[in-house]
Structure formats: structure tokens, C-alpha cells
């Protein structure tokens, strides 16, 4: 899907929004108070307000200042409430201590938005906070919405509204750009009004108290006029509202983030060896990943990724840049610039090489880049690209131009115009020189084609461009189904009574054989592991297992085995058990003390010919949560740190991407002539083990280090192997509600339950997830004309209603912002699977609302499904703190009706042959 192809509307699935706003009254106040309002020369009080009235936004300002009858020759008011007119956006510059009672008299007032520019908040410490505090508890009671404190306000350039101490007003434009540093804002600012840069929206968020990132992309992605979201960071704050409202809103607006502080400090010890790899700022970028945000590094980036991306027509399907240059020198530095950021040059074909040759001198280089030789006129260019732009191995063309004596910049932009626009390729130019090519570059800015001075910028910006589509592509992507597992089966049952069990004892370290039992459950494939206390025991479990034998330590306090000297390889006979079991002991005893040997386990001594160590772990991020890590394993893990991580819950797409993330992936696909391993088992492995992370808080550290993945052949039954895993719990008094919870919601297994239609036939009453599109197909070509006017209020072609773009929204769902219900049924005799209807509850951010949509397939209506999802609707409704529901339903629909009246929904006629149906919910 290309940016300038809209997802196909869908009035009963996309979430509705309401007309209600919450933050409409920052952006767009028709009243506005300026709270210390001055005309003290040089003050922020007096900037403040000569900003309001000095731009017109369509607004009245009220200066705010008790001692004060006028300010700037207006009159002033003692105090928000005094104001005669009701007030929608306040804006205040006070003091610290005197914000708390100011922001009370604005509740009591009906003020709905509020910007602090004051600091001396918690950048100051102890006395800053139980301001916030007092703020917060305040804002808690009330519908207020409050952007900063500390911060540099607020301007929305399209209306005119500048609420800001800034000395320049933005220009308007199309990009949106929120920061956390004022000082990044002013130097924006100057920056814009130079380059000729504009803004839909000019935010400085300062410490976000209250409004956060979540909050302002969701509402920027509702702006008509925000085509691109720009952003510098400093703290992502809340995790998991970012998150949801950054994956939201990038499926439509690019949204490009640099964020500051990227230089890890060292790595705090950790017990785990996925604790040492996983760093916060890996984590940050898994997080940008898997939600379709973009990462840059400096300023310029920022807005030149921006820019192109508002540019294109489309997006590239990969690394592949095919350059076309007039000289060999930019091209061979354009190549450098490309690699070394992650980009690749296209191979040509040998048609391409050909179809080339008949257009081009004998010298032309007869590869990429393609080099059309110094006396290169428009119409070698516009033939080189037209054949370049066919060749199916290029995923993008950056086209080069140097003025030399043949060269005509102007003539060749004009044609290479009407080349480049027709063609479903990205196109960059650079057009390098001074003042003789500027009327060129002129010209394909005009086209949409964007145009650099130097061509190695060009060849960053193409590498930022496809990650970018890359990122939104695991967005798209229908993952295979990796497992029936039902979260209330008996292995997560099993896996939470050895936990108890343990901690229990008052231990936080599970033993390995305990470690594996827990992987077991989960259907993870461990090795044989048997527990011996003693030399003739463990010589027992050698003879069951089979010659060779390894043994390992057993202990419930030593973390690393090898760093003690726990482990003993290749043993193949009794004597050299026995000789391993005493040396273990010994060793033990020495490093580390008699009492934290337990015995030994014994397992089978496995042939790693042709096998590759890998490395399955999981520790916590304190902003994101359980954190999952994938790479090269072994012993030297810590060393070759190949590794990638990324957030649970995986689908088998999304453990794809982690795997591709990694240097060993190009060896797991087969080198040297080894097998491939079978990496959709792998796939499956890394989604169960993001379920056991998900579904088991307490859960701490987890490593899975070396898992074994061989290439299936005869000899072996097993392609992964777990041959050693370590847990680390939270201690048993820890209060899991306090530990940083996952970023990413996982599947809401509490509202699955099984039900019997009228009919007695059962079913399963599930949230839907992702790998339900092909059932939701197959649901679609089960409904009459009438079922689907009834629902859409008009009809739509079963190619818009299964279009997958269309079924990423609904099968793809975010969990904190919609859930979906799906009626399952499982046929007795085929084992397959088909979906009978589905009711959808959809949350109106930042409000206590929500509506809800449903329908159910022709041949399975009037058996008591629509009642029954409506119901379980109003549960999960209570549940989330959902205050109501609302839908709009055809006058006609009789049926629909009758079911929200059977609920206790209650109806009344809008108009337009519409009903609203709205149902007041009990939350406890």
C-alpha cells in the first residue's frame, strides 16, 4: 500500500470519532485567559498576551491579572472566574506555588483546556512534585486537559493561534512538530522561517503532566491538515499510550521521532544475559519498529524525512536503490553512504544490462551504478531511467546530475517529469551545483520529486524511506496461525503451580530441570533433563538416557553453572560419570559453598554438527515492560552480541522480524552447504515463549541460552533444543500490579468463553486476533445485500469489504483502544474452523465512551447470537471503565433494535432515518 492510497473508510469498523474532542479547546479556543498577563516590558506575562492579540485566531483574550485593571489597553479581570464569558483555554504564567489554586478556580470555571508555562515543578524536586501531585488530583476530578508545566505553549499556525512566549509566529504548513525542550522549539522556529518550513501545529509538551505523546498524535491524526507528525524527545513517558496511538495514527501519517540521549550509559547488572544485551535504547527502537515510528538522528533529518516522505507517491518494498549518475566519482560515494546506513544496491538484470547497452555508450558501466558517461544530454538520461525504472530488482532510483559541458539540468528535470511520475518506484534526485541547476531542481520539487545537493543525503534519505515501509509492512502482514494454544489450557495452569510452589519456598531462581518443565508446558522444546543427588543415581539416568551424557549442576542459588565449574560434556561410561559428579561437587564446594550444591542433571551429550547456538530471553524494561531478546548464543554471547530484541505478544510475522533483525539469520537460511533450519518452527517457538513472558508476571528474567537449531535431516527428531534455560523470579512479596506492565496489550484471554447457539451447537466466544483475516473472508461471503446495507448503510462490494488493507484494521486491533468479539465455531467433523459474527466495541479517546457495531452471517441469525455478543459487549464495557455505549442503527433495522432494547439499551430517533441506540454502563 502506497501513502497516497487512503485505507478504504469503513463506518462500521474504523473507530468513530466523536465530534467531542478533548483537546479542541487548546488548539482551537474561541475564548482564551491569559493567567499573569502583564505589560511589564520583556516579561512572559506581556509576550504571552501580545502573541493572542497580534495574530488573530477568530478568538477573544482576557487578560488575568488581580492588580491590574488593564493590560495592553485591555481589560483585565481579577481571576478566571470573574471572566463573563465562559472560558475554553487558559493560559497561565505564574508563579509555581500560586498554579495549583489557579488551575481549581479554572474547573470551577467550565475551562476545558489549560497550558502551564510556568516552571518550578519537578525539575526542582521534592516541593515541584507535591505541586504536580496536588495539580494531578485536581485534573483527575474534572474533564480540564492540561498541557506542560515548563513549557513554551502552544501555536496551531492555520488559525493563527499563537498561545506561546515565543518571538516568531510559525509559518502554516502540513507538518505537525511536538517537543520536549523549549530551547529545541525556538531553535526549530528559526530554522523554519529560514529554510521556509511550515506547521499544521507548533507544540512544545514540556514535563506532560497530564497531556502526553498518546494524546497528541491521537488528536493530530484526526487533523486534516497534520500529513506528517514530527517529534524530539527526551522521556517517552506513559509506554503503552504512545504506542497505541503512534500504531494508530502510522498507518496514515508518517511519524518521524529523534529522540535524544541515545549513548547508553553502562548496563546496570543484571543477572541474565538477555538482562546485560537488551539496552533501553534498543528497546526504544523495537518499539518505534513495532509500531510504525521512524527513527533519525539529528534535526536535519527530521524534517528532510518529512518532507520526502510527504513528497512520494509510494513507498519503497526494500533496501534496493538503483542510482543512474553522469560521473563515476558521486556515484561511488553515493554507494558508500547507501551501504554503510543499511541500504543495497540493486542488482541489475541481464535484460536491463542489455536493453542498456542498446541505449548507451560502449563505456557506460555496465552496472549500478549506472554511469551514462560526462556528455550525458537529457534525452541518454530519460531513456537510462525509463529502462531502470522496469528492472523488477530495484525497490528505488536516485538519479545524479553534475554539471559538465554537455549537461542541460533544466531540459533534463522537464523530461525526467513525466518519467518519474508514472512509475510505482520512489524517485530522488540530486542535482549537484550552484545557481545553473537551481531552476532543475525547481522543477522536480515541483513534480513531487525531491532534490538534494549532495547525493549520499539522498542515499540516507532512501534508507530511512524503506525502513519506514518496512516498519508499517509488519503492520499489514497476515501472520500464520502459530499454535490453537488456549491461554486457560492446562500448561499455563501447570506453569503457575510450579510458581507458587517455588516461591512458596522463598526461592526466586528455578533450577534447571525446573526451568524446563516450565518450557515444556508451553510445548517449548527442551532436552531430556534427569535430576540425580547422587553418583550411582546420576550413572542410573546416564544408562536410561544413553552414552554420551552431559552433566550439569543443580542448584537453586547459582545463576551461571560454567562460572563455578557445573558442567561436564562428553561422558561415556559409568567411570567417567561418577569421576564428573565428584568433580562438580568439589568445584562447587570451593567457588561457591557446599550448600549450594544440589545434585546434578543428566542429559543426553547432543551432536552440534551443522547446528547453530542460539539465545531466547526476556527481562524488564522499567518503561516497557517485559522485553524479548533473540540472537547468536553460547558462551560467548555477551561477546559477539548478535542479538535483536523486540516486545511481546509476537505473531509468527512479527518473530520473523525479530529473526531478520539478527547477523545469524543469514546462516539459519543455509550457508556453506548446510540446511536451512526450519524457520517457521523457530517462528512458532519465539510466539509461545512471548505467551509465557505475557501470561506469567512473575516472571522476571528468563534465558533459554544455548537453544540448539539444527537443519532437519534423518538423524535428528528434534530441530531446536533447549539445552540449558535459567528463570529468575520477583520475590514472592513483590506486588506484580507495581512492576512495569507490558507496552503492548496482550490478547484479552479473560473474555474468551465458550456458549451453545440456539441449535446446541458450541462455540467459542473470543477477541479476535490477527491471524482470524482469513476466517473474516470467509465470514464476509456469507452475507446478503441486505445484511450488509444494514450494517454499512449502503452497499459495498465484497473486493472493498475484503480488501486486506481494510482487514488490518479490524483483525489488527489494539486491544486498549477496540475489542472485538468473534463467535467461533469449530466443526466436529473437519476440525475447521468458521466465523458466525462479530461484535466490535470501539473507545472514543479521551472520553468515557464507546461504540459498538455487530453483525452475524445470514445463515446463523435468529439462533441467539447478536443478543448474546451485545451482552458480553456491555460486560467488557464495564470491565474497561467504559461509562457508555452508543451506535446509530437504520430506522429499518428492526432487528437490531429489538436486540439493544432485550439488553436494556435505550433508543430515540436523530433523524435522517437513524436511531441512536445508548446504554448507561454500572462500572464498579
Not at 508518517?254 to 553502562?266: C, D, H, M, N, S
Request: with cysteine; hydrophobic share 40%.
Amino acid at each position: 500500500m502506497t501513502k497516497s492510497q487512503p485505507l478504504i473508510p469503513d463506518p462500521a469498523y474504523d473507530i468513530l470519532r466523536s465530534e467531542h474532542q478533548p483537546l479542541k479547546a487548546i488548539f482551537k479556543p474561541k475564548t482564551v485567559a491569559v493567567v499573569g498577563a502583564s505589560d511589564r516590558p520583556g516579561s512572559v506575562g506581556r509576550t504571552l498576551l501580545w502573541n493572542l492579540i497580534s495574530h488573530p485566531f477568530g478568538g477573544t483574550v482576557f487578560p488575568i491579572n488581580p492588580k491590574r485593571s488593564s493590560v495592553l489597553g485591555i481589560k483585565a479581570y481579577p481571576s478566571v472566574t470573574a471572566v463573563p464569558e465562559p472560558i475554553e483555554l487558559a493560559v497561565i504564567a505564574t508563579p509555581a506555588p500560586t498554579v495549583p489554586g489557579i488551575i481549581r478556580e479554572c474547573i470551577e470555571a467550565g475551562v476545558k483546556g489549560a497550558i502551564v508555562i510556568s516552571a518550578g515543578f519537578k525539575e526542582i524536586g521534592e516541593p515541584g512534585i507535591a505541586l504536580e501531585q496536588d495539580i494531578l488530583d485536581q485534573l483527575r476530578q474534572s474533564q480540564l486537559r492540561l498541557i506542560g508545566p515548563n513549557c513554551l505553549g502552544v501555536m496551531s499556525p492555520r488559525t493563527g493561534l499563537n498561545a506561546t512566549f515565543a518571538g516568531t509566529m510559525a509559518q502554516p504548513g502540513n507538518v505537525a512538530f511536538i517537543s520536549q525542550s523549549g530551547a529545541i522549539c525556538t531553535a526549530v522556529l528559526d530554522w523554519s522561517i529560514r529554510e521556509n518550513v511550515g506547521f499544521s501545529a507548533f507544540i512544545s509538551i514540556g514535563s506532560m503532566l497530564d497531556v502526553n505523546w498518546g494524546d497528541l498524535i491521537d488528536y493530530l491524526g484526526d487533523d486534516p491538515y497534520t500529513h506528517s507528525i514530527v517529534i524530539y524527545m527526551e522521556a517517552i513517558g506513559d509506554a503503552r499510550s504512545f504506542l497505541s496511538a503512534a500504531r494508530e495514527v502510522a498507518l496514515t501519517k508518517p511519524i518521524i521521532v529523534i529522540k535524544a540521549g541515545r549513548t547508553e550509559a553502562a548496563a546496570k547488572a543484571a543477572a541474565s544475559h538477555t538482562g546485560s544485551l537488551a539496552g533501553s535504547d534498543a528497546v526504544l527502537d523495537a518499539a518505534f519498529q513495532r509500531c510504525g515510528v521512524l527513527r533519525v538522528d539529528t534535526i536535519a533529518e527530521l524534517f528532510d524525512v518529512a518532507e520526502v516522505l510527504a513528497k512520494q507517491n509510494c513507498l519503497p518494498k526494500g533496501p534496493r536503490l538503483t542510482i543512474i549518475t553522469n560521473a563515476g566519482g558521486p556515484g561511488v560515494l553515493t554507494t558508500d553512504a547507501l551501504i554503510s546506513t543499511g541500504g543495497q544496491l540493486a542488482t541489475l538484470s541481464d535484460e536491463t544490462v542489455h536493453a542498456l547497452d542498446q541505449i548507451l555508450p560502449t563505456h557506460w558501466s555496465h552496472g549500478n551504478p549506472i554511469d551514462i558517461l560526462g556528455d550525458a544530454d537529457p534525452d541518454r538520461y530519460t531513456k537510462a531511467f525509463d529502462v531502470a525504472a522496469q528492472d523488477p530488482h530495484g525497490d528505488g532510483l536516485l538519479v545524479i546530475l553534475t554539471p559538465q559541458a554537455m549537461t542541460d539540468p533544466t531540459r533534463t528535470a522537464e523530461q525526467l517529469k513525466a518519467y518519474a511520475q508514472n512509475i510505482d518506484k520512489p524517485v530522488l534526485a540530486s542535482w549537484m551545483g550552484g545557481a545553473e541547476v537551481m531552476t532543475g531542481e525547481a522543477i522536480l520539487n515541483q513534480a513531487s520529486i525531491p532534490t538534494y545537493p549532495y547525493p549520499d543525503a539522498a542515499a540516507g534519505l532512501f534508507n530511512f524511506m524503506w525502513r519506514y515501509s518496512y516498519n508499517l509492512k509488519a503492520l499489514y502482514e497476515t501472520p500464520m496461525l502459530a499454535t490453537d494454544w488456549n491461554s486457560e489450557g492446562a500448561g499455563p495452569a501447570q506453569v503457575t503451580r510450579l510458581l507458587e510452589v517455588i516461591q512458596a519456598q522463598g526461592r526466586t531462581l528455578l533450577t534447571e530441570q525446573e526451568s524446563k518443565q516450565l518450557l515444556a508446558a508451553y510445548d517449548l522444546p527442551v532436552v531430556q533433563t534427569l535430576k540425580a543427588t547422587s553418583p550411582e543415581a546420576a550413572i542410573a539416568c546416564a544408562e536410561q538416557i544413553g552414552y554420551p551424557v552431559v552433566l550439569k549442576l543443580l542448584s537453586e542459588t547459582v545463576t551461571h553453572k560454567t562460572d563455578v565449574g557445573g558442567v561436564r560434556l562428553n561422558l561415556n561410561n559409568a567411570a567417567a560419570v561418577r569421576q564428573a559428579y565428584d568433580a562438580i561437587a568439589t568445584a562447587v564446594a570451593v567457588k561457591a559453598g557446599a550448600d549450594c550444591f544440589d545434585g546434578v542433571t543428566v542429559q543426553p551429550m547432543i551432536n552440534r554438527d551443522e547446528s547453530y547456538e542460539l539465545i531466547l530471553g526476556s527481562s524488564l524494561d522499567p518503561q516497557f515492560g517485559p522485553v524479548l531478546l533473540f540472537g547468536a548464543g553460547g558462551q560467548m554471547v555477551e561477546i559477539m552480541r548478535d542479538s535483536a530484541v523486540a516486545l511481546p505478544p509476537l505473531t509468527t510475522t512479527l518473530a520473523r522480524r525479530l529473526i531478520e533483525r539478527t547477523q545469524i539469520h543469514t546462516a539459519l537460511q543455509g550457508i556453506r552447504g548446510r540446511a536451512a533450519v526450519d524457520l517457521d518452527q523457530l517462528e512458532r517457538v519465539l510466539v509461545r515463549f512471548s505467551q509465557l513472558v505475557i501470561e506469567h508476571p512473575q516472571i522476571k528474567e528468563i534465558d533459554i541460552n544455548p537453544l540448539l537449531a539444527s537443519p532437519a535431516d534423518t538423524r535428528r527428531t528434534q530441530t531446536l533444543q533447549a539445552l540449558d534455560a535459567r528463570v529468575v523470579l520477583h520475590d514472592s512479596d513483590t506486588d506484580l500490579n507495581q512492576i512495569p506492565k507490558p507496552a503492548i496489550r496482550p490478547y484479552p484471554s479473560q473474555y474468551v468463553a465458550e456458549w451453545t447457539l440456539e441449535d446446541n451447537r458450541r462455540v467459542n466466544i473470543r477477541p479476535i486476533c490477527p491471524e482470524d483475516e482469513p476466517l473474516v473472508v470467509q465470514f464476509h461471503q456469507l452475507l446478503s445485500e441486505q445484511s450488509v446495507y444494514l450494517r454499512y448503510f449502503h452497499l459495498m462490494k465484497l473486493s472493498q469489504r475484503t480488501a486486506h488493507e481494510r482487514l488490518t484494521r479490524i483483525c489488527f486491533t489494539d486491544y486498549d483502544r477496540v475489542i472485538a468479539l468473534v463467535v467461533d465455531h469449530k466443526d466436529p467433523e473437519t476440525g475447521l474452523h468458521s466465523v458466525l459474527g462479530i461484535g466490535r466495541l470501539s473507545k472514543l479517546q479521551g472520553t468515557g465512551t464507546a461504540e459498538f457495531a455487530m453483525l452475524v452471517a445470514d445463515p446463523f441469525q435468529r439462533l441467539g447470537i447478536g443478543t448474546e455478543l451485545l451482552k458480553r459487549l456491555v460486560q467488557i464495557a464495564r470491565q474497561e471503565n467504559i461509562e457508555r455505549i452508543t451506535a446509530e442503527i437504520l430506522l429499518e433495522n428492526r432487528a437490531m433494535q429489538h436486540v439493544c432494547q432485550k439488553v436494556g439499551f435505550k433508543l430515540s430517533p436523530i433523524g435522517d432515518g437513524l436511531v441512536k441506540a445508548e446504554f448507561q454502563v454500572d462500572c464498579p
